[in-house]
């Protein structure tokens, strides 16, 4: 069966520090994979996605960035963290036809 | 374009009466809509979906959606509510051909014993 395994759970961060989660994906072969963001009363945010290696597409701009190294390993990064990027961030895949999403359990990141 | 509006952010409910969460879609191309929920602190978890097989569409843990395209709508139903329903739900919708899956901002079910 597939498994999504999505990590740091949580991290609290200074302002202006690195940013680094990683989110990897086992029983499937070339998933799409996506980054939302959670924030209080806002749904959810798609930040990235992509549909194969090296391939990804950005929704939002910002200080965020991903990539994708490996087929089933989807990586968010950024350089300098802003107070605003505070959130539940949430990793997903699918590949199915009808675009179906399967979260991994999510990355709470506190930027002071 | 394809967006999504969940009415009413925060719905209450007694335990054992109907849970009723509303829906409303736009899409250009016929969609593939889907519900979620979320317990605190965790991920997204599929309920159903709906991909044009069939209007009236059954989920895990006794909910059901209707997909109304005259309304543009996919409510979520539930005949009688449980202590474990309370949760937060999401509505989305895919337009068919397009990878990007967009949400509502959800709605938080409170279950009154």
């Known amino acids: 069966s597939q498994t999504i395994h999505q990590w740091p759970a949580t991290l609290v961060q200074p302002v202006g520090s690195p940013l680094s989660l990683e989110c990897t994906v086992e029983g499937t072969s070339n998933p799409n994979l996506y980054w939302y963001r959670q924030a209080a009363g806002r749904g959810l945010q798609l930040l990235f996605y992509?549909?194969?290696?090296?391939?990804i597409s950005s929704e939002v701009p910002q200080n965020l960035s991903a990539s994708r190294p490996q087929d089933r390993q989807f990586i968010l990064s950024s350089k300098k963290l802003l107070l605003s990027d505070s959130g539940f961030y949430l990793c997903?895949?699918?590949?199915?036809?009808?675009?179906?999403?399967?979260f991994g359990e999510g990355s709470r990141l506190t930027v002071l | 374009a394809q967006s999504v509006t969940q009415l009413g952010s925060h719905v209450s409910v007694s335990e054992g009466a109907l849970v009723l969460l509303r829906c409303n879609y736009s899409s250009s191309v016929p969609p593939y809509l889907f519900w979620y929920v979320q317990y605190p602190n965790q991920g997204l978890q599929l309920l159903l979906k709906y991909t044009s097989a069939a209007t009236l569409v059954k989920g895990i843990n006794g909910f059901e959606a209707e997909f109304k395209k005259s309304e543009t709508s996919f409510h979520l139903t539930k005949p009688s509510a449980h202590m474990s329903d309370a949760a937060e739900y999401f509505c989305?919708?895919?337009?068919?051909?397009?990878?990007?899956?967009?949400f509502g901002t959800g709605t938080k079910l409170q279950v009154i014993p």
């Open positions: 992509s549909v194969g290696i090296g391939q």
């Open positions: 997903a895949w699918s590949v199915s036809l009808t675009g179906e999403l399967f």
């Open positions: 989305a919708v895919r337009a068919g051909g397009y990878q990007k899956v967009t």
